[in-house]
């Protein structure tokens, strides 16, 4: 069974810097994307940035290119989103997730069948 564990959220300032993290298990990736979407209070759930576990193509939204960098460990099966200048607009509940059919390039939510539990991003203006 897919398990997907994030960890690395806090309390921060404006314009500082966070590691997200995101252990993955229970499956084979090869094929997959692996993407970490946000859901701030009072708002839909949004994507974020997506990475090809081989190859590591990436894409981002708008609203975090140039900020938001998402990486993965091959061998200890782990995304990281690094997170600089971070806003007060990025506070958020920030989730990793895989798409339900490996190997298609996606970036909608409703694709997305695997889910961690979330980890609380706050940022203080």
């Known amino acids: 069974q897919v398990q997907l564990v994030e960890s690395g959220g806090g309390l921060v300032r404006a314009g500082d810097s966070l590691r997200l993290s995101c252990a993955a298990s229970g499956g084979t990736f090869s094929n997959d994307l692996i993407g970490w979407f946000r859901q701030a209070p009072g708002k839909d759930r949004e994507f974020v940035a997506i990475?090809?576990?081989?190859?590591?193509?990436?894409e981002y939204a708008g609203s975090v290119k140039g900020r938001f960098t998402i990486t993965r460990d091959k061998a200890k099966n782990t995304v990281y989103l690094d997170m600089d200048n971070l806003k007060p607009e990025d506070t958020a509940v920030y989730y990793c997730?895989?798409?339900?059919?490996?190997?298609?390039?996606?970036?909608?939510?409703?694709?997305?069948?695997?889910w961690g539990q979330g980890t609380q991003v706050t940022v203080s203006s």
């Open positions: 997730a895989l798409p339900g059919s490996p190997g298609s390039w996606t970036t909608k939510l409703s694709e997305y069948v695997y």
């Open positions: 990475v090809a576990w081989n190859g590591g193509g990436t």
